[in-house]
């Protein structure tokens, strides 16, 4: 019978990247490679068929680890054992079927439903991380074939505490943006580009200062330079001074 009451799990999450740019044919060896290659890495980390629930999502799989699983032993296997098996196994595949993997490791409650679905919001957050640009990004720009991110809550719980095999100084701190919030989790590795914080804008200068305005033209007609004692219904009277001659008119 499903389980419909949320249950504590751990969640794997993995992505292959370009997929849908490959045809039928490759598509159907790139998923035999990858569920290959999830089988193996579990297995290593002690995971066996009966502690653990597959979701396939053709591209894509989900996994619900019972919580028995040490979470530092499932995250020592992702950092070491899971990269070294697709690099050997990308070694004897051909340029168009190289498998190149995103990766979120996870912890929350999960409940399943009478149709067998998954939910709940802890994976939701998981999937969203999974699909988020800071990971497919850091993807593109490595010349290895797997990333990987965690939640906060493992980073909490496990990657800060310095467990062997479980380098904390090599997870940096992120914030993926969602239609619900940000949402803080940690990837393993450098930042890629877009997602280093960009330099702060040089200080604004003091504002230019205008020039002064010209002076308004005379009307047309003389120039007049010089003092005058005053116009009077279109008569000039006192005197005048033209230019510098220093003569009176």
């Known amino acids: 019978m499903p389980q419909t009451a949320p249950l504590p799990r751990t969640m794997l999450l993995i992505d292959t990247e370009r997929f849908s740019d490959r045809d039928d044919v490759q598509q159907a060896l790139?998923?035999?490679?990858?569920?290959?290659?999830?089988?193996?890495?579990?297995?290593?980390?002690?995971?066996?068929?009966?502690?653990?629930?597959?979701?396939?999502?053709?591209?894509?799989?989900?996994?619900?680890?019972?919580?028995?699983?040490p979470l530092t032993t499932l995250l020592r296997a992702l950092l070491t054992d899971l990269p070294a098996e697709l690099r050997a196994m990308n070694r004897m595949a051909a340029s168009s079927t190289q498998l190149r993997l995103r990766a979120v490791l996870a912890g929350g409650y999960v409940a399943i439903d009478e149709y067998d679905g998954w939910v709940g919001t802890d994976l939701n957050d998981a999937c969203r991380l999974l699909d988020a640009d800071p990971l497919r990004a850091a993807l593109?720009?490595?010349?290895?074939?797997?990333?990987?991110?965690?939640?906060?809550?493992?980073?909490?719980?496990?990657?800060?505490?310095?467990?062997?095999?479980?380098?904390?100084?090599?997870?940096?701190?992120?914030?993926?943006?969602?239609?619900?919030?940000?949402?803080?989790?940690?990837?393993?590795?450098?930042?890629?580009?877009?997602?280093?914080?960009?330099?702060?804008?040089?200080?604004?200068?003091?504002?230019?200062?205008?020039?002064?305005?010209?002076?308004?033209?005379?009307?047309?007609?003389?120039?007049?330079?010089?003092?005058?004692?005053g116009v009077v219904a279109n008569r000039v009277e006192g005197g005048i001074s033209f230019g510098d001659s220093g003569g009176r008119r």
């Open 30 to 69: 790139l998923r035999r490679m990858l569920f290959s290659l999830v089988d193996r890495v579990l297995l290593t980390a002690g995971v066996d068929q009966t502690m653990r629930l597959r979701a396939d999502r053709g591209d894509a799989v989900m996994e619900l680890i019972d919580p028995a699983v």
């Open 140 to 229: 593109r720009e490595r010349a290895g074939d797997f990333v990987l991110c965690v939640s906060e809550s493992v980073h909490a719980g496990i990657v800060r505490h310095q467990h062997t095999g479980i380098p904390a100084e090599e997870f940096t701190h992120i914030t993926v943006l969602t239609k619900n919030g940000p949402l803080p989790a940690w990837l393993h590795g450098p930042l890629p580009t877009l997602a280093k914080p960009s330099a702060a804008p040089p200080p604004a200068g003091p504002a230019p200062v205008s020039p002064a305005p010209a002076p308004a033209p005379s009307p047309a007609g003389i120039d007049f330079r010089g003092t005058n004692h």
